[in-house]
């Protein structure tokens, strides 16, 4: 039998998940919206049925969130704790348009959350966040930018002789794919932080073991509830994300979906819970750098990479504070 506390996180767990639906949505849409290669309801329909089908295949991420970044048991206000502070920073970011990171706003949130319950950065497994939320934070961006420019390159010279209507053509036919890709790792990798959450809260309750895996209800809640909220739609961010960077053509646009993916499945396998914000704004550079350097307005790019820097401190800051308020209720 649930407690209620343990189905207030379980609640505020889902709330998260539907809005890093729509908040990320962009992510995965923004530029087949922006080349017409999709309409925005076809691509925002196609992103929900592909989060849904990314979300149930894999749960290394999940196993990295609940047993890979905390040694301590915790009460289940302090889960919860974390859950409203990625909320707040997550519905700040959209609000902003700023296309912010969920997942480092929810690990944030709980290493907040956890310092100022234990008034201790002890509990923390630091060779956890280290390897695989820090490195990664670096590592996945400089990949995608690189294999961005690079798969770029590989298309202008691939296609050199084609008319630019003919390349336009193909392109935005292959972008349809791509977009399926892309939305495919973003609920495998996105969905699964969420799970590692309610896991987690299961495991402290009581409810499920150390070493047990990610429940089947579980998988199916987050994937569709992450489905739902990508049917919703995030267009302040798709304007950043599709507009806002670089100018994107169908097959700029094939290439940084593709890129980003194959990325973000990388670090899939790795068990590193990574920003698909990230990684597709770098793809996105990087194929604008293959065209030519001053393509990309690098002012726009200074500003989500400050929004990057930002979210990690800020989602801890949330964490705590909403644990220390709790804490005063519970």
């Known amino acids: 039998m649930l407690s209620s506390i343990i189905i207030f996180v ?25 080349t017409k290669a999709l309409a925005p309801q076809k691509a925002i329909a196609l992103a929900a049925v592909m989060n849904l089908a990314g979300a149930m295949v894999s749960e290394k991420v999940a196993g990295t969130i609940s ?10 206000y302090v889960i919860l704790s974390a859950l409203i502070g990625a909320i707040i920073w997550n519905l700040f970011t959209w609000w902003r348009g700023i296309p912010s990171s969920s997942s480092h706003a929810l690990i944030g949130s709980l290493i907040g959350a956890v310092m100022a319950y234990t008034m201790t950065a002890e509990h ?18 400089i990949l995608g930018l690189f294999i961005g420019f690079i798969c770029m390159k590989v298309i202008y010279k691939a296609f050199a002789k084609w008319t630019p209507h003919k390349v336009n053509r193909l392109f935005l ?24 959450i309610i896991t987690l809260a299961l495991v402290t309750g009581g409810m ?33 994300m599709g507009s806002g960077v670089t100018k994107i053509e169908p097959a700029s646009g094939f290439a940084a ?19 698909t914000t990230q990684v597709i704004t770098t793809s996105i550079m990087g194929t604008g750098t293959a065209r030519r350097v001053s393509a990309v307005k690098w002012g726009v ?30």
Request: aromatic fraction near 10%.
């Open 10 to 34: 379980i609640l505020f767990a889902l709330i998260f998940e539907f809005i890093n639906g729509f908040h990320d949505t962009a992510n995965a849409i923004a530029t087949a919206v922006y």
């Open 67 to 76: 047993k890979g970044l905390v040694d301590i048991e915790l009460q289940q």
């Open 257 to 275: 979906q593709t890129s980003s993916a194959l990325v973000i499945e990388l670090m899939t396998f790795l068990g590193a819970p990574v920003s």
């Open 301 to 330: 790019a200074s500003n989500i990479f400050t929004a990057w820097i930002v979210t990690l401190p800020a989602a801890m800051l949330l964490g705590g504070l909403t644990e220390l308020v709790l804490g005063w209720f519970v």
């Open 124 to 141: 923390i497994i630091w060779s956890g966040v280290v390897s695989k939320v820090i490195i990664p934070l670096f590592t996945s961006p």
């Open 208 to 240: 499920l073991g150390k070493e047990d895996g990610v429940p089947l209800w579980v998988k199916l809640a987050c994937a569709i509830v992450m489905a739902a909220g990508t049917s919703v739609g995030g267009w302040k961010v798709m304007k950043t």
């Open 173 to 196: 036919k292959l972008q349809v794919i791509s977009s399926a890709f892309i939305a495919f790792s973003h609920g495998n990798n996105d969905a699964q932080k969420t799970m590692g």
